[in-house]
Structure formats: structure tokens, C-alpha cells
């Protein structure tokens, strides 16, 4: 029998048929492994009280040391706070200055003769070099205030520059996302700003402790503000779960493909001379 220009022996297709079953068992156990550790991870998720807009089931299971609960609804700064020049407030707002600075690089050539040499070559590139920030020291969900820093608020955006967002005075200097104090046409030393911002309001659900009449972290960390409802998280928790053994067994295919194509063509590699005088 040949595949392609490879001829397979009877040997030779029992033997690949026996690799393959048991990379397949092999594949088996460890797609089992990999979706049991993908569901022990969600399942504190899976069993979490479920509240959904619900202020008043909220406030009961801090009270009454409910336990784990997955909670949607809106998070909202109570002494929101802005900048100068920038018309809105908001929850979170960060100045970022960049200054544009001169670099050098050693390139090495190549020659039409295949000699190398080298060239010192100078670059500009905008820098960070500091910031100013701005966070609300409290923030209410579903009628609870809480201090800010119980939550990671690391997911703020580049704040657009228009005359909705920033005074008349900074929108002379704005292009783009930046503000040019210096001028559009960059020399070495100037300086740029951006700012990025969270919203006053957002709406999500926080994966939390409820007891002592307070929330708190369940993994350590700062509590974040996920997207989507109970259902949708739970959802999504769910599809990880089939994307990860779908994603083991694409590359466990290829591998069994390519275990077998290797063991085929090594022993057509030293069993070609053989055949040949035998066939002679």
C-alpha cells in the first residue's frame, strides 16, 4: 500500500495503527485532566448566590453572611473627580506626559561582497516620563458605598479630546488623543499629555464575599468589575470549558499525525535498501 511516494508494509499499518491508539488514550486522560481543572476553577462561580439588579437581595446576604455571590449592577463614583481643562467628571482620570527623545542603535550591513559592517543610527520616539492621577475615594453598588480601593480599576480608556470632553483652551493644542503644548512639530525635549479616564458610571458584576456587611475579595486580589450578567458570565465559564479540550485535541491531532508520518518515513529510510536487494 502507498500513501504518496511512501509504501506501508502490513507491519508497518499495524504498527501506526497501534501508536495511534495509544496517543489517543494518552489524549483521553489528559483531555479529561485539562476540563476537570477548567471546571474545578469555575466552580465556585457555578455555585455562587445569583443577584441581578437586586439592591435589596444585595444588602440581606452582606447582612446575613451569604457567601460567595456573583452580583450585577452599577458602580458609580460618589465624589467623582476631573482636572483642570476637562469638562466631565469621572470615577478615575490620569494625566500622562511623554517627552520626545532622541535614541541611537548599532545596525550591522551586509555588503554585495558579503562583508558586514556596522552604522550607529539615531531614532525619536515619545516617552513616558510621569503622570497625575485622580480616583474617587468612594464608590456606590446597588446602594452600597464602599471605599474605591477595594476594586481594581486598572481598565481606564484613552479619553477623546473634543468639545464635549476638554475646555477651548486645551482643544487649541489637541491632536488626536494628545495635547501639544510644544507644538505638533516635535523637537527634542518636547512634551505630550494624554489622559485616560473610567467612566462615573459602569454597569457589571463583582465575584465577591458577602459577609460582615461589607464585600470582600475571594481570591486576595482587588475586586474587578466583570462584563456581563450572572448568565453570561456563567455562560462563558461554561464555553471555556469545551475551548480548551477543543483546543488540546486540535493539537493532539497534529501531533499524532506527524508521530505516525515520522515513524513511516524512517522506516521507509532503512528498510528501502532491504526491500530493493530483496526484489532484485
Not at 453570561?232 to 506527524?258: C, M, P
Request: net charge negative; proline share 2%; hydrophobic share 35%.
Amino acid at each position: 500500500m502507498y500513501i504518496g511516494s511512501i509504501k506501508i508494509t502490513k507491519r508497518e499499518a499495524i504498527t501506526s495503527f497501534v501508536i495511534i491508539f495509544i496517543l489517543l488514550f494518552i489524549g483521553f486522560f489528559i483531555s479529561n485532566t485539562i476540563a476537570d481543572k477548567v471546571a474545578d476553577s469555575n466552580a465556585a462561580y457555578y455555585t455562587a448566590v445569583k443577584i441581578n439588579e437586586d439592591p435589596t437581595q444585595f444588602e440581606y446576604g452582606m447582612r446575613t453572611n451569604i457567601g460567595n455571590a456573583l452580583v450585577y449592577g452599577e458602580l458609580s463614583a460618589v465624589d467623582a473627580v476631573s482636572m483642570e481643562n476637562i469638562l466631565n467628571d469621572y470615577l478615575y482620570i490620569e494625566k500622562v506626559y511623554e517627552r520626545y527623545t532622541m535614541h541611537t542603535r548599532t545596525v550591522t550591513h551586509t555588503d554585495s561582497k558579503g562583508r558586514t559592517y556596522t552604522t550607529v543610527e539615531t531614532y525619536y520616539t515619545w516617552d513616558y516620563c510621569g503622570n497625575e492621577e485622580e480616583t474617587a475615594s468612594k464608590v456606590n453598588f446597588l446602594g452600597q458605598e464602599f471605599s474605591s480601593n477595594k476594586f481594581n480599576l486598572g481598565w481606564s480608556s484613552t479619553l477623546p479630546l473634543n468639545e464635549k470632553t476638554i475646555s477651548k483652551d486645551l482643544l487649541k493644542i489637541a491632536d488626536g488623543s494628545y495635547c501639544y503644548p510644544d507644538g505638533t512639530w516635535a523637537s527634542t525635549g518636547d512634551i505630550r499629555y494624554h489622559y485616560n479616564v473610567i467612566p462615573k458610571t459602569n454597569k457589571g458584576s463583582i465575584f465577591v464575599r458577602l459577609a460582615d456587611e461589607n464585600i470582600n475579595s475571594i481570591d486576595g486580589k482587588k475586586i474587578s468589575l466583570l462584563k456581563g450578567t450572572p448568565s453570561e458570565i456563567i455562560q462563558e465559564k461554561q464555553d471555556s470549558e469545551n475551548t480548551s479540550v477543543i483546543a488540546f485535541w486540535i493539537f493532539w491531532g497534529i501531533l499524532i499525525i506527524v508521530a505516525v508520518a515520522l515513524y513511516v518515513a524512517q522506516e521507509n529510510n532503512w528498510l528501502e535498501p532491504i526491500r530493493k536487494k530483496k526484489y532484485r
